[in-house]
């Protein structure tokens, strides 16, 4: 079973809106952590925001925030006011605790991509 | 800019060549990773280093060997590899490795790869 779901492999948003990236997770452990990631067409890997098991409050950071309903097991990256720049690849990914099956390791989603129209 | 440095940015080998892909890392973490990303796909972890040691060989075929030859730097040794090894080569690295608190990856940029 996939353990990181992105339902979408495709988005397309006008510049200057906001737009929201879905991932589901699956996990049996109660500490785990989840990372989004950037990929434009030059092949980095940026980290845009996590979110702990246990934090109570949503990550922010800039215009990326995470929208993270931990009894849908949901963490939905929202980007505000996208930009040009915004088109590239999204991963969704998770880090499980000790007690998890994938050893602490980053398991990634299949991505999303993102296309900013001007 | 990065803060992990993978070098060279592309290469092209024949299926005989023996070569190396490098990558480094100073901001004194002690885990590092090799992960393989072929077109359109996810990251595939390969193999973990932490605290200069090996903790993780995914399955990789032995024609992949890694090193570790200090803290700051893992190697990537190429020799005898297929077509189908052509992808994008990503090092990483994290404060420490296991656990879900230990904070997020940082990659390179990567090591496009090509095999002929």
């Known amino acids: 079973a996939q353990k990181i779901t992105q339902t979408q492999p495709g988005m397309f948003v006008q510049e200057k809106e906001a737009v929201t990236l879905d991932c589901t997770y699956d996990?049996?452990?109660?500490?785990?952590?989840l990372f989004w990631y950037k990929q434009p067409s030059s092949g980095e890997m940026i980290f845009l925001i996590y979110?702990?098991?246990?934090?109570?409050q949503n990550a922010t950071e800039g215009r990326y925030s995470l929208n993270f309903q931990k009894a849908r097991k949901s963490a939905n990256l929202v980007i505000s006011a996208s930009q040009l720049g915004d088109s590239a690849m999204y991963f969704c990914?998770?880090?499980?605790?000790?007690?998890?099956?994938?050893?602490?390791?980053?398991?990634f989603g299949k991505g999303t991509k993102l296309s900013v129209k001007p | 800019d990065t803060e992990v440095t993978q070098t060279p940015k592309h290469l092209v080998m024949g299926m005989t060549n023996k070569k190396s892909l490098k990558c480094e890392q100073h901001?004194?973490?002690?885990?590092m990773y090799w992960y393989k990303q072929k077109a359109k796909k996810p990251p595939e972890l390969m193999f973990v280093?932490?605290?200069?040691?090996?903790?993780i060989n995914e399955s990789v075929p032995s024609r992949f060997s890694p090193e570790c030859p200090n803290s700051s730097l893992l190697n990537l040794h190429l020799h005898a590899l297929q077509p189908e090894d052509s992808a994008l080569y990503l090092c990483?690295?994290?404060?420490?490795?296991?656990?879900?608190?230990?904070?997020?990856?940082?990659f390179g940029e990567g090591s496009r790869l090509t095999v002929l």
């Open positions: 996990t049996s452990d109660p500490s785990y952590g």
């Open positions: 280093y932490s605290y200069e040691k090996l903790s």
């Open positions: 990914a998770m880090r499980e605790g000790r007690g998890g099956g994938s050893q602490g390791n980053l398991i």
């Open positions: 901001m004194g973490h002690r885990a």
């Open positions: 979110q702990g098991s246990y934090d109570q």
């Open positions: 990483a690295s994290s404060r420490n490795s296991g656990g879900a608190l230990t904070g997020e990856l940082f």
